[in-house]
């Protein structure tokens, strides 16, 4: 049989979101711990799935705990696991993510969250000098039935230093290169979801073939590594 998601992990995030404080958490931390444990084993598949096909160093399971000093939101608990697989650095550039939420909120995501200040500006020199290759990447359409379109932040018209009449602004203008998937309560409780999430990290390695080429080679093509 395959190992799959628990009906009590949604059923426990769903009454957190109802009852998100101290005390109720404390007094359902041994459920809590249990469907945590279950959850490391699911990720840790993941990985190990992962590391087939991909060079990838390591898991990083988010904590439930929220940072709420600096939110409006003071609610102390997250209503989800999330956890990153990280790509073996220099030479490979990239991650993934999966986030496990009820109420059909579930995703995985890969791509670039938070790219460094030197790594956004080389990013955008590229598709300011060739957007083709790119573009082959992201509209082939076995790679769209699975990942669709970039989503993320942008800036509104131009970053500093390109014109905003660009016939690649549209790819210029961004600050994240993120792909999502979502999935239903159904579907993650389906035995196939983690072949699902391992054929669906298969069918980006085009585009995370070309960014870690792209980020490790200067616009001449000459390694910076």
Do not use: C
Not at 3 to 20: A, G, R, V, W, Y
Not at 54 to 64: A, E, N, P, S
């Amino acid at each position: 049989m395959n190992p799959s998601i628990s009906k009590d992990t949604l059923e426990f995030f769903k009454n957190l979101e109802q009852n998100n404080n101290r005390d109720w958490f404390n007094e359902h931390k041994a459920a809590f711990k249990k469907i945590e444990a279950d959850a490391k084993k699911i990720y840790t598949i993941i990985l190990n799935n992962l590391k087939v096909h991909d060079d990838v160093d390591g898991l990083k399971m988010f904590r439930i705990y929220r940072d709420v000093r600096f939110s409006k939101n003071k609610a102390p608990y997250k209503t989800h696991f999330g956890g990153a697989f990280h790509r073996t650095k220099p030479h490979l550039r990239g991650g993934y993510y999966l986030q496990i939420q009820p109420n059909n909120e579930s995703f995985i995501a890969t791509g670039f969250w938070e790219p460094a200040s030197a790594d956004l500006l080389r990013i955008r020199k590229e598709f300011e000098m060739d957007d083709q290759e790119i573009r082959a990447i992201i509209n082939d359409k076995a790679f769209k039935s699975v990942w669709g379109g970039f989503v993320g932040d942008e800036v509104k018209s131009a970053p500093k230093g390109f014109s905003k009449d660009h016939k690649a602004i549209d790819l210029i203008k961004k600050k994240q290169y993120i792909f999502t998937k979502k999935y239903t309560d159904e579907q993650v409780l389906s035995p196939d979801f983690l072949s699902d999430v391992n054929n669906s990290f298969k069918a980006i390695r085009p585009y995370f073939n070309y960014m870690s080429d792209v980020l490790t080679t200067d616009l001449n093509g000459v390694s910076i590594i």
